[in-house]
């Protein structure tokens, strides 16, 4: 079981900047491909990044490359999503998953935290 805690959110402006956080319980976490993904109301949830166990490979939505960074501190059980240059299409609540597949489908993550609320005013 992995417990997982997203923090960080906020209101911003067009073009301001967040780092979100998501702190897990499981000593294990370095174990395991951790990934963010978005929901917008009335919309699907959508991948936002996934960073691999051992920090080697990130994969990002066409949407949030070269404005987003995926990144990960084994040693604190945390990842972290700092978002640049940030635009009222990025306000949505954003959900921090962990699993075993390396993978940009919501479907195969196994865990989830609760979600944190960004939104981006224009």
């Known amino acids: 079981q992995v417990h997982l805690v ?68 084994n040693t604190k059980n945390t990842v972290y999503l700092q978002m640049n240059s940030l635009k009222p299409e990025d306000t949505a609540t954003y959900y921090c998953a962990a699993g075993a597949f390396w993978s940009t489908g919501a479907d195969r993550y196994a865990y989830w935290g609760q979600g944190t609320q960004v939104t981006v005013s224009s």
């Open 6 to 73: 997203e923090s960080g959110g906020g209101l911003v402006q067009a073009g301001g900047s967040l780092r979100l956080s998501c702190a897990a319980s499981r000593r294990t976490f370095s174990s395991v491909n951790m990934g963010w993904f978005r929901q917008a109301p009335g919309k699907e949830r959508e991948f936002v990044a996934v960073i691999s166990w051992s920090e080697s490979s990130t994969n990002y939505a066409d949407s949030v490359k070269g404005r987003f960074t995926i990144s990960r501190n």
